[in-house]
T-cell receptor, first 112, second 107 residues
Framework: DAGVTQSPTHLIKTRGQQVTLRCSPK?????VSWYQQALGQGPQFIFQ???????QRGNFPDRFSGHQFPNYSSELNVNALLLGDSALYLC???????????FGSGTRLTVV | RKEVEQDPGPFNVPEGATVAFNCTYS??????FFWYRQDCRKEPKLLMS???SGNEDGRFTAQLNRASQYISLLIRDSKLSDSATYLC????????FGAGTRLAVHP
């Protein structure tokens, strides 16, 4: 039973570029949440997708957008990258968002 | 005020010590509570859920006080392998984390 898988594992981008990160949830999970974790900080909630719609959103600018597909997989898009967007981006899946969340191993994004 | 606040640490303790972490949350509508463990440059992994009645898993004990909006984690007989960052998380249809408390267990 595959857990949550994220791709790519590492990424280096230049300021102003756009990036797309991908997440496949754990089998049986229908809800995907995205988090940004800067060094030395806890994960910060970006948004959550359920039934292909954004259900909840944290305090992140519109440069951060996402999508959920019919197979429950999800993408996180970040436009106009800033140096401050450098972080570990984590995807977590759950059943309906009410129970335990399982995390992927993350994508480490570096913006130069 | 942050939604979830934790002792910043770091906690440096010898093997065999008992260590306690505390966490407070601001949203009284919070539905469920968790402790996660995160190793350096890895993803958070669920350590245990936290129930009102308190729960224990081996050397780990978690407590929840809804009236005070307070969660705790007690680790007894610390092992070197317990060295990690411990994150408390509060769920109200989205999982919100504290900043984490770093634990370093030394010989």
């Amino acid at each position: 039973d595959a857990g949550v898988t994220q791709s790519p594992t590492h990424l280096i981008k230049t300021r102003g570029q756009q990036v797309t990160l991908r997440c496949s949830p754990k089998s049986g999970h229908d809800t995907v949440s995205w988090y940004q974790q800067a060094l030395g900080q806890g994960p910060q909630f970006i948004f959550q997708y359920y039934e292909e719609e954004e259900r909840q959103r944290g305090n992140f600018p519109d440069r951060f957008s996402g999508h959920q597909f019919p197979n429950y997989s999800s993408e996180l898009n970040v436009n106009a990258l800033l140096l401050g967007d450098s972080a570990l981006y984590l995807c977590a899946s759950s059943m309906g968002g009410d129970y335990g969340y399982t995390f992927g191993s993350g994508t480490r994004l570096t913006v130069v | 005020r942050k939604e979830v606040e934790q002792d910043p640490g770091p906690f440096n303790v010898p093997e065999g010590a008992t260590v306690a972490f505390n966490c407070t949350y601001s949203n009284s509508a919070s539905q469920s509570f968790f402790w996660y463990r995160q190793d350096c440059r890895k993803e958070p992994k669920l350590l245990m859920s936290v129930y009102s009645s308190g729960n224990e898993d081996g050397r780990f004990t978690a407590q929840l006080n809804r009236a005070s909006q307070y969660i705790s984690l007690l680790i007894r007989d610390s092992k070197l392998s317990d060295s990690a960052t411990y994150l408390c998380a509060v769920n109200y249809n989205k999982l919100i984390f504290g900043a984490g408390t770093r634990l370093a267990v030394h010989p």
